[in-house]
């Protein structure tokens, strides 16, 4: 099965709170990271967490680190419609380089 | 700061031309590059690392003689699609690696539109 998975949808009204949820399956990784990208547009990276944290909070940006569950979550509060985008959530495993991506989330705020 | 760029940002050629799309760290030092093709489903798929002044290795399935990659500098990947065709029709997408701004992560370019008529 996959690495990283996501749901592939979600929909939100413009001021309300989105949170997108990631699971990954391997206990080794070390940087969890999260990038949203716009549509034409490459990745942008939004945040990231070291899996010795639980928590790391950037502005508007939560994101929840369960090592357990092996379950991440991006919190934006107030969402914008201008945060409307892809999000993908990614691993990076021990000292690899390489990151294993999930699908995306499509987010869809409406006004 | 870690901007990364690609050009051209889109490409149209004709099957059988080589196209070539170059991948620029504009203010820091890569110490790896790598190089991502994105299908329609959204997921992105790792073609090959390049470290500046070694040879590319390459993901499985993905064939070398056909995605050549070059890292000349610490600041520029190239890679070039040879004898292309209408699957190779893609979003391109480059990343560059650095630890040199405090933490260890990859910075995308804005990816490079490839359609193959």
């Known amino acids: 099965g996959e690495d990283v998975e996501q749901s592939l949808f979600l929909s939100v009204r413009e001021g309300d709170s989105s949170v997108i949820n990631c699971t990954y399956t391997d206990s080794s990784s070390t940087y969890l990271y999260w990038y949203k990208q716009e549509p034409g547009a490459g990745l942008q990276l939004l945040t990231y967490i070291f899996s010795n944290m639980d928590m790391k909070q950037d502005q508007r940006l939560t994101v929840l680190l369960n090592k357990k569950d092996k379950h991440l979550s991006l919190r934006i509060a107030d969402t914008q419609t201008g945060d409307s985008a892809i999000y993908f959530c990614?691993?990076?495993?021990?000292?690899?380089?390489?990151?294993?991506f999930g699908k995306g989330t499509m987010l869809l705020v409406s006004p | 700061g870690a901007v990364v760029s690609q050009h051209p940002s889109r490409v149209i050629c004709k099957s059988g031309t080589s196209v070539k799309i170059e991948c620029r760290s504009l203010?820091?030092?890569?110490?790896?590059m790598f190089w991502y093709r994105q299908f329609p489903k959204k997921s992105l798929m790792l073609m090959a690392t390049s470290n500046e002044g070694s040879k590319a290795t390459y993901e499985q399935g993905v064939e070398k003689d056909k995605f050549l990659i070059n890292h000349a500098s610490l600041t520029l990947s190239t890679l070039t699609v040879t004898s292309a065709h209408p699957e190779d029709s893609s979003f391109y997408i480059c990343?560059?690696?650095?630890?040199?701004?405090?933490?260890?992560?990859?910075?995308f370019g804005p990816g490079t539109r490839l359609t193959v008529l």
């Open positions: 990343s560059a690696r650095t630890s040199s701004l405090g933490t260890d992560t990859q910075y």
């Open positions: 203010d820091f030092q890569a110490t790896t």
């Open positions: 990614a691993e990076i495993l021990g000292g690899y380089s390489t990151l294993t």
